[in-house]
């Protein structure tokens, strides 16, 4: 390859890698700020995220999908919603509620790939929430973004998406404004050298 197709490829070269990396700056800036937005909008709703691990509320729920569960008074609960709650043994238990016994504050309970009810009722200061949302396929990578434990950890990594997306558009700046007074260099140097030389031709 010689020097001129070298130059004349370059360019074009420069110009795709430069709007890939304005691209790749655009879905950082947009992700982050979808998701900070997010958390945020969660947040004032009182709404939390929890992945759905096991089959228990298929075809309803599918396993692995992201439910959002927003924080009610157990006493608003009726028959056929979905709740999040508190099992005996502590783990975190999604099922469809069949009956409600306001005068003891207990639901009863059953998983929609269950024939029969779950063994234990529900107290109702076990409930978590009820469901008001699913996105189906996430729930593993939100659930283990919105547990307490994590969400210092998340909110560093999408501050350090963002801190990197500005560097990268201040170089590209301060790389464009370099070429600009290089290319303004230039022509000055020209027009210098178009003077000096008109000013000889008039001597002679």
């Not at 070269?13 to 945020?40: C, E, Q």
């Not at 024939?115 to 978590?128: I, K, Q, T």
């Amino acid at each position: 390859m010689t020097t001129e197709e070298k130059r004349t490829v370059n360019p074009a070269v420069k110009k795709t890698l430069s709007k890939i990396g304005d691209i790749m700056r655009l879905v950082i800036l947009f992700v982050s700020a979808a998701v900070l937005i997010f958390f945020l909008v969660c947040g004032i709703f009182k709404i939390r995220m929890y992945d759905v691990y096991n089959q228990s509320m298929e075809p309803t729920i599918k396993k692995h999908s992201l439910i959002l569960v927003k924080q009610v008074y157990p006493e608003t609960i009726k028959d056929g919603d979905i709740i999040t709650f508190t099992a005996a043994d502590g783990s975190l238990t999604t099922s469809r509620v069949i009956e409600t016994d306001r005068l003891t504050g207990v639901l009863v309970t059953r998983s929609d790939a269950a024939a029969e009810e779950d063994v234990m009722n529900v107290p109702f200061e076990r409930v978590l929430g009820r469901m008001v949302y699913q996105i189906p396929l996430i729930g593993a990578i939100f659930g283990f973004m919105s547990t307490s434990d994590n969400h210092m950890l998340v909110i560093a990594l999408i501050a350090i998406l963002v801190i990197f997306s500005l560097i990268l558009e201040v170089i590209k700046r301060m790389k464009r404004n370099r070429a600009q007074i290089a290319e303004n260099d230039q022509i000055l140097r020209k027009k210098f050298e178009q003077r000096i030389t008109s000013q000889f031709k008039k001597e002679d």
